[in-house]
């Protein structure tokens, strides 16, 4: 069980309530599962991952999204493979891989799995309000993480503000089934460079 340290705040329900069904506007991103071609198992998955309090669930067997309020008390979704906060991540019994390529394509084009092992989530500690952080005030909770596939964006907090730097790297999770998904962060912002929000190529599922 996850614990938690400074206040509570109010739970609300554990979905975003059809927040990847409306319609787009004009120029305007939609989140979700997009650009998929089963043909090749490839798509991106763009998640809104900005808030603080909410844990983003992603399941690529069925290709949806799910979200829970951290503090809420309710269950997590039956059935999710990889889990986004903010810049953090979960893998559902599993693990993730670093790779050394830079794109999926040479990967896949690769013929075989790189040599090396699969990293479980270990506990850490996430934070979950940033609204003190002037008086030296930030919430946070203790939470299981991946901290391989966190490598996929680094956050340097050493100066203000704080420097962003994509890996650029391909990262191999393996699932609860055992079947792998590859995935490359593409982007953290949207187009108004608000960050938390995720652009994530992927394979899934790795065959070779």
Known sequence: MM??????????????DGIYDEP???NEVQYGFKNV???KNTGTVYVDASSYTRWIYLNFHDRTIDSLEIKSGDAEPANWDVALHRYDSRVLDGGAMETEFTELNAFVKSGKLPEGEFTAD???RITTD???MMDGNIETIESPVNEVL??????DTSTMPPIYTLSNKVYLVKLKDGTIVALK??????EKFDK???TIDYVYPVQF
């Open 37 to 39: 071609d089963l043909s």
């Open 196 to 198: 938390g929000f995720l």
């Open 130 to 132: 940033m609204s003190g």
């Open 185 to 190: 962060l593409k982007d953290f912002r949207n």
């Open 150 to 155: 966190a490598k996929w964006l680094d956050v």
């Open 24 to 26: 787009a506007k004009e």
């Open 3 to 16: 614990g938690m340290v400074f206040i509570s705040f109010p739970s609300c329900n554990g979905t975003f």
């Open 122 to 124: 270990v506990m850490s």
